[in-house]
């Protein structure tokens, strides 16, 4: 009997619209049917009781670590966590021999990784799902939970704008590929040296997206529905300076959250850095979402394992 193919969610447009529309109907339900629950207490269908989860972490990690360690534990199943330090993984393993090993032992895994392509290749070689926690490449996971976030304030998001402003990175990756699927608008304010990359751009034109590229922020954010950024230096980023001085134009204060609609959110997926890619009045004021946004890797994240699991 051929074994099925296991269901990893490794990037948004490698995935169906229906599935990712799925998941986030379905979290916003399992998080409201926590209303009166604390954060130690199980989901009452528990629907992955008897299933462990290895969390695997080359980069260090708070709301990953702690969204996907206690939605498994709610979800009624278990978790290992395994930093770079603790594995054979990069000191001679294969990604194939450590994907077989893995595979004997637990029943998905979740990996937040320094290399895109190792992402892929621990997928290929896997018999488990693969969930991709955040590489150099996409960061998935966050633009579910951003998505559940703007709804759950503002409705559905089909035929809204939403401007990015800042780097063109990792996150706004995933939000170039969210834009086709979701069906938004996405306006991207970046300097051109961090740009997003010209392959993305090219497989969002192909998609027909309604995905722009400016170099101006206000232009950018002149009407939108909501406002998001990111730190300017990440973790492996060895040009610092560089970064911040090409950025500081591009910062969200208010005069940029003023050009936006009157009822715009403000979204960032955190750490944030106050004073550089935002303005302490913006994301500590009453148009910031980002904690819950920040909640909400939890309960999207939830549903992803449940799908994953579910094949």
């Avoid at 009452?44 to 709301?63: C, N, Q």
């Avoid at 759950?152 to 063109?168: C, F, V």
């Avoid at 997206?209 to 492996?236: I, Y």
């Amino acid at each position: 009997m051929a074994q099925v193919k296991a269901r990893h969610f490794l990037d948004l447009h490698l995935l169906k619209s229906d599935d990712l529309r799925r998941i986030i109907a379905r979290a916003a339900d399992r998080k409201a049917a926590r209303h009166d629950l604390t954060p130690g207490n199980l989901d009452p269908d528990v629907p992955l009781s008897g299933h462990i989860l290895a969390l695997i972490f080359e980069k260090p990690s708070t709301r990953t670590r702690v969204s996907f360690d206690v939605g498994m534990r709610q979800l009624g199943g278990d978790v290992i966590v395994l930093n770079s330090g603790d594995m054979q993984l990069g000191r001679g393993e294969t990604v194939e021999d450590t994907a077989r090993v893995l595979g004997r032992m637990v029943d998905a895994v979740m990996i937040r990784a320094n290399s895109h392509q190792a992402v892929l290749d621990l997928a290929e070689a896997s018999d488990i799902p693969v969930i991709n926690g955040l590489t150099d490449q996409s960061h998935p996971c966050q633009i579910m939970a951003d998505i559940l976030t703007f709804e759950e304030h503002r409705g559905s998001i089909q035929d809204r704008i939403i401007a990015w402003s800042g780097d063109g990175n990792n996150v706004a990756a995933s939000w170039i590929h969210a834009a086709a699927l979701f069906e938004f608008e996405l306006r991207l304010a970046c300097p051109e040296n961090y740009a997003p990359h010209p392959d993305i751009l090219d497989w969002a034109k192909s998609q027909k997206a309604k995905v722009t590229v400016t170099q101006d922020p206000k232009a950018a954010a002149e009407g939108a529905h909501a406002l998001v950024t990111d730190t300017w230096v990440s973790m492996g980023d060895d040009d610092a300076e560089a970064r911040l001085k090409a950025l500081q134009p591009y910062q969200v204060n208010s005069d940029l959250m003023q050009l936006a609609s009157k009822d715009a959110v403000f979204l960032h997926c955190l750490p944030a850095h106050r004073g550089e890619e935002v303005t302490a009045d913006v994301i500590d004021g009453p148009q910031s979402v980002v904690f819950e946004e920040a909640e909400n890797r939890l309960h999207v994240q939830k549903e992803i394992l449940v799908w994953c699991l579910s094949a």
